[in-house]
């Protein structure tokens, strides 16, 4: 079996494993009544959401994490190297950041902010720790490459400039992500796409084990957007896109190839930005406001634009960037 054959079997394997363990996940979701709680200047049509269970993030941790560390155990057990150990980090991280989103979903709910969630300033300090330390664990335990730019042919020693540089990148992409994570099937669509194109760049660059980890996510969010799609059955929440965000950016490090992230990343990196342009002009112009709404799918929802139209035409812009950012990262 070749390696990409292998890949997408790992994909295909999870989607069929995700999708099965979802119907009861919801079961239990629903029982607790782990309910998603809508913002209430938010548009309108969100109100019919209220209720729907949230926390979906499990959903696609489960299979992840299974099928990695099962593979792992295996190669170890048989001397057949389907996994190699360097996907522990992508992985271990995945999980800490679920856990960071999980107590921000679960104090949204139950918590004493309830509709609220974790403050702003603790959940960036648990992202930066954690983001640190794998910056360090990248650099002096896998010794990825620092930066590859396109149409140079050498990789950029950044020395101790790295370090920041790679947090930076996990905690905004991660927090991207969670911006782009308002509409059924948002999120998981661009996730799913960006993981694709990290996965390409993975098997181009010879890192198997990587471009299978990726694929593997590939699964599970399309076995997550089986019960995402719109009408939504379930939500991922922070537990998903925080994971998710840091997950992708880690993976974009390991390859290198992290210059070509804003490019494959576009729709989050469009979400960001537009929250850090309202706040800024808000504050600087008196109140006045350049989007109806912030994040940015929220200022085409307000415009007019169905909610499908919005996510079927980011999905698209998402694509046609990825199919780029794979082609600057073989420049």
Known sequence: MTQTSMALALSGFSFLLTVIWGVPLLRVLRRLKIGEKIRIDGPERHFSKLGTPTMGGILILF??????????VVSIMSGFSIFG????VPLIVFILFALIGSIDDWSSLRGRRSGLGLSALTKFILQTIVAAGTAFVLKNLLDAPQLFVPGLDFEVNLGLMYFPIAAFIIVGSSNAVNFTDGLDGLAGLISATAFSAYGGIALIQGQI????????????????????????ELFMGDTGSLSLGATLAVVALMTGQWAVLPVVAIIPLSETLSVIIQVAFFQLMDGKRIFKMTPLHHHFELSGWSETQIVQRFWLISLVAALIGVALALV
């Open 63 to 72: 299979p992840v994490a299974l099928l990695t560390i099962l593979f792992n």
């Open 85 to 88: 150990n360097s996907v522990l």
């Open 209 to 232: 084990f990587l471009a299978r980890f990726c694929f593997i996510i590939v699964g599970a969010l399309f076995g997550f957007l089986w019960f995402n799609v719109y009408p939504a």
